[in-house]
């Protein structure tokens, strides 16, 4: 197969992708509205996205979901004619401060920030189709083979995702490739200076024993099986949807603890 390279005006190959930032923007937008009317907590929005908490903060201002009384202050002194350096005067507030309070002006059109949004923007797309994909077929009950091509598409997707372990310490994971090209089927996964394996056939395993108990709330990740790596799976599943766990597990699996 022969790839054909974009070129620019000049004949050169193209260094950077044909973003259209303001297309962007909206998708950047309805992601993170999305994500915050199911979360309700800027914190928990940022993790979800992989954005500073005060950007999330400022584009959900920008789409009108929150609102400040800070914000109707500043814009109201702005309009009267007020300085910058006065508004801060006024209302005791560094720039930066009176800057997260205020809504997206202009577009973003820096291209290594628009490129970092465009990932953002595709990995949680990417992230939420392999979830509804599986769910798609979870009804039926059993382990079927698509159903489990499904599992797996999960496990690729949240690659490098911040997730916390039911006692609310912080690990993510990668996945190595083959000679083949292909993700071999083996997590290693991330926890402060240590590093652990983790078997795709341990995560089939704990899947298979949670499809068994459908209307059951696992109370702590041995609940699901006594399975090497159980600690981590048990994230993984509930992030996908598989399990139910109790309100003040939520809390910790959400990094709010």
Known sequence: MIVLEEKNERGRPSQKPDYDPEKLM????????????K???????????????????KLL??????NYLETEQIQRLLKSGKTMIEVQEEM????????????????????????????RVAKYRERKAAVQSLHGIIEEGEM??????????????????????????????????????????????????????????SIRLAFQKAMEKP??????PKAVGDIRGISYIYSLLWRFGVIAVPRELEERLRGRV
Not at 98 to 115: A, D, F, G, Q, R
Not at 168 to 176: V, W
Not at 215 to 220: N, S
């Open 26 to 37: 909206t998708e950047l937008l309805d992601a993170v509205v999305e994500v915050y009317m």
């Open 144 to 201: 079927t083979g698509e159903m489990e091509d499904n599992l797996w598409n999960c496990v690729v997707a949240f690659q490098h995702y911040p997730f916390h372990t039911s006692s609310g310490l912080p690990f993510s994971y990668t996945l190595k490739t083959g000679r083949s090209g292909q993700y071999t089927k083996e997590l290693f996964v991330n926890r402060r200076e240590n590093s652990k394996s983790l078997a795709w056939s």
């Open 61 to 66: 201002i920008t789409a009108g979901v929150i």
């Open 92 to 119: 005791g507030l560094s720039r930066s401060a009176i800057n997260t309070y205020l809504p997206y002006s202009k577009m973003i059109y820096k291209m290594s920030e628009v490129s970092q949004n465009a990932e």
């Open 39 to 57: 979360l309700r907590e800027i914190k928990a929005t940022a993790i979800e996205l992989d954005l500073p908490p005060n950007k999330v903060k």
């Open 215 to 220: 209307d059951t709330i696992f109370d702590r």
